[in-house]
């Protein structure tokens, strides 16, 4: 079993920044899949970016020129680092690791562990 803890959500004002960190704990990410999903009222959880084991951050369009992803694979956390935000950003931000998967993958059913989410908020 893995356990994923975020942390680092808010309330920030649009174009501001937030950092969310998730660490994982249990059983070994060693050549495994990380990233992050998100999920706004309403609406279906949707992919945000994600960093592959054989190297390479992938992000959803949407995320693309404000979004940056780092991971460190010895200590098995990843963060994502959120600048200019927009109200349309406002959501429960999940981290999602898959153990084994070293490709790039970016629809949920990929991920085989969740954790709790941490919500993020952007005012207008």
């Known amino acids: 079993q893995v356990q994923l803890e975020e942390s680092g959500g808010g309330l920030v004002q649009a174009g501001g920044s937030l950092r969310l960190s998730c660490e994982a704990s249990g059983r070994s990410l060693s050549r495994s899949a990380m990233g992050w999903f998100r999920q706004a009222p309403g609406k279906e959880r949707e992919f945000v970016a994600m960093?592959?084991?054989?190297?390479?951050?992938y992000y959803a369009d949407s995320a693309k020129g404000r979004f940056t992803i780092t991971r460190d694979k010895a200590k098995s956390t990843v963060a994502l680092q959120m600048n200019s935000l927009r109200p349309e950003d406002t959501a429960v931000y999940y981290c999602?690791?898959?153990?084994?998967?070293?490709?790039?993958?970016?629809?949920?059913?990929?991920?085989?562990?969740w954790g709790q989410g941490t919500q993020v908020t952007v005012s207008s």
């Open positions: 960093y592959s084991w054989i190297g390479g951050a």
């Open positions: 999602v690791a898959a153990p084994g998967r070293t490709g790039a993958y970016v629809t949920p059913k990929d991920y085989d562990y």
